[in-house]
């Protein structure tokens, strides 16, 4: 079995853990597995490099260490922030925004069916080892990963912060990192084990999901807020405090720099520098205390739950009808709905993007706001930020062919259809009607009750235009057959033709724009859109599509 140089560098800190109650020898072998066992996992920034091609085999090695050089070239981007300036908060509050970022998103996309795997169960607990040294085992592991992720993303900016600001900005640097990956490691864990107290089964795996998908939004919007905690006067970054300051976690680890290194001593820096370390500390105190009750509920992932098939409304029945013309149709659309909704993976790759459709139109508000009063943002055009939200639909187009259950695809070969064009009919309404709908309806809520109802009329027409950018979007990129391709395929070879689809929007948007300066532009704009949509989605969708066709 391959001896790990990784393995050998824990041999020097064997005593530490011996102190702790831990088997050294036991932990290391269980590493060792695990280890090579990684060698067969694709991390989820690298999958695109993993396709597997019929009749070839992958090459050996640990994909997720081949990876790194991504999120290399990612830390370059912090550079500039080092280098220029010495305004430490706002720098070091970037550096460590998108450090935390990366870290945390393949923590989730990653790591969490590491922290969560109770397959080795039966194989580990039926022998004589402890469960702290299993634990320990498990931590390290991801620990182990993270420090790889953490050093590719911030050694060189850190080395260049070394010969820029001098040895406490890079003893500063180091120290704030480990801690930022240790803070990063127990959070997680310790919301899993909040939800594994008080749930089982089924609904334990989706609420899991749901915790993923609102940390990768949550992070996505962490993002603005905290730029727009600084206010630029006079071409410089100033910080005025407030007490929901304390929820920005990247601040904490900004606090340090501008207290011991800029030699700026208030309460505010201090107090921020006391969170970044004693809270990861503290979270990892009260991790390893409630260790055995995590091992014990982690069992109950293992548990199926009961699901219930819900009874269809008839006004579910009677919209299906009214949507979908065929049988074929109607069956495509409720195996899309249902696909979408139970399918984990899917939602956890584009849950988090639908959110943010529904959160950057209100980005742009907020900044237009900062420039004027509310009056002046209500009767004004501000309303067209909408069209924000309609970038998530090339990505999730895309997305629609991929699933965990690919080889589950033979199905459709065993269909008696002959025309196919009423799959991605069905596939794409069901995308519409589940997905994109739902958010811009509670959109253009939110959006009324700020421009009033005036925009109701400007609110149908992009609504009618995502109706056609959905079609577009769907001929120019890839046709596939709905969930039968692996998400390790994934892949950027369709990514520039996704940058592309951004252009569309800003037609929509200008036509838009063009059409309420004259009198009844936008209802005229309405009834050409909407006839252009139907002419659009009956030829482009025809018919005589065969699976041949598709390559499945």
């Not at 199905?411 to 069901?430: E, H, M, N, Q, R």
């Not at 739902?438 to 421009?451: A, D, H, K, T």
């Not at 027409?461 to 046709?479: G, P, Q």
């Not at 929007?505 to 059409?515: C, D, P």
Request: contains cysteine.
């Amino acid at each position: 079995m391959e001896d790990f140089r990784t393995l050998k560098v824990l041999d020097r800190f064997k005593s530490l853990f011996e102190k702790m109650g831990v088997n050294y020898l036991v932990m290391r072998k269980i590493l060792q597995v695990k280890l090579m066992m990684d060698q067969r996992r694709v991390p989820t920034i690298f999958n695109q490099n993993a396709r597997k091609k019929q009749g070839k085999e992958t090459k050996d090695g640990n994909g997720f260490i081949k990876s790194l050089w991504v999120y290399v070239i990612i830390g370059l981007f912090t550079i500039p922030f080092i280098v220029f300036g010495n305004n430490y908060m706002f720098q070091m509050s970037i550096v460590f925004g998108i450090t935390m970022f990366m870290v945390m998103t393949s923590m989730i996309s990653d790591f969490s069916s590491v922290l969560l795997d109770v397959r080795d169960k039966n194989i580990l607990h039926t022998k004589p080892i402890d469960r702290k040294t299993i634990s320990v085992a498990k931590f390290v592991h991801i620990s182990i990963y993270l420090i790889f992720l953490t050093v590719s993303i911030a050694a060189i900016p850190m080395i260049v912060g070394l010969f820029k600001h001098g040895i406490v900005f890079f003893i500063i640097g180091i120290i704030e990192l480990i801690l930022v990956d240790l803070l990063i490691v127990v959070i997680t864990a310790l919301l899993y084990i909040f939800i594994l107290r008080f749930f089982d089964g089924e609904k334990l795996k989706d609420l899991i999901n749901y915790v993923q998908i609102g940390l990768s939004l949550a992070l996505m919007i962490g993002y603005q807020v905290l730029i727009r905690s600084f206010e630029i006067i006079n071409f410089d970054f100033v910080l005025n405090p407030k007490w929901w300051h304390v929820f920005i976690i990247p601040m904490w680890y900004a606090a340090p720099f501008e207290w011991l290194v800029n030699g700026q001593v208030s309460s505010f820096n201090i107090t921020f520098s006391s969170l970044a370390l004693l809270v990861p500390l503290i979270a990892f105190w009260i991790y390893l205390r409630l260790v055995p009750a995590f091992e014990k509920n982690l069992q109950k992932l293992s548990s199926q739950g009961n699901t219930k098939e819900k009874k269809r409304r008839k006004w579910k029945d009677w919209f299906l009808r009214l949507i979908c013309k065929s049988k074929d149709e109607k069956a495509f659309f409720r195996f899309t709905s249902l696909m979408m909704r139970q399918e984990r993976d899917f939602k956890l790759k584009v849950y988090p993007s639908l959110g943010f459709s529904f959160v950057i139109p209100f980005i742009f508000i907020f900044t237009s706001m900062r420039e004027g009063s509310y009056k002046d943002l209500s009767t004004g055009n501000s309303y067209l930020t909408i069209y924000f939200s309609m970038i998530i639909i090339p990505t999730i187009v895309m997305m629609l062919r991929y699933s965990g259950k690919y080889k589950g695809a033979w199905i459709y070969k065993t269909l008696p259809i002959k025309d196919y064009s009423v799959l991605f009919k069905g596939t794409l309404k069901a995308f519409l009607v589940k997905l994109y709908v739902p958010v811009f309806l509670l959109l253009s809520i939110v959006f009324i009750v700020i421009f009033g109802i005036r925009i109701v009329p400007e609110l149908i027409i992009v609504l009618i235009n995502s109706f056609l950018y959905t079609m577009i979007c769907f001929l120019v990129l890839k046709k596939a057959v709905p969930f039968s391709e692996a998400f390790e395929t994934v892949g950027q070879s369709e990514g520039w033709k996704v940058f592309f689809l951004f252009i569309p929007i800003g037609i929509f948007a200008g036509l838009h724009y063009l059409s309420i300066t004259f009198h009844y532009g936008i209802y005229i704009n309405i009834i050409i859109t909407f006839i252009i949509n139907l002419i659009v989605w009956k030829i482009s969708l025809k018919r005589g599509l065969t699976l041949d066709s598709l390559n499945l």
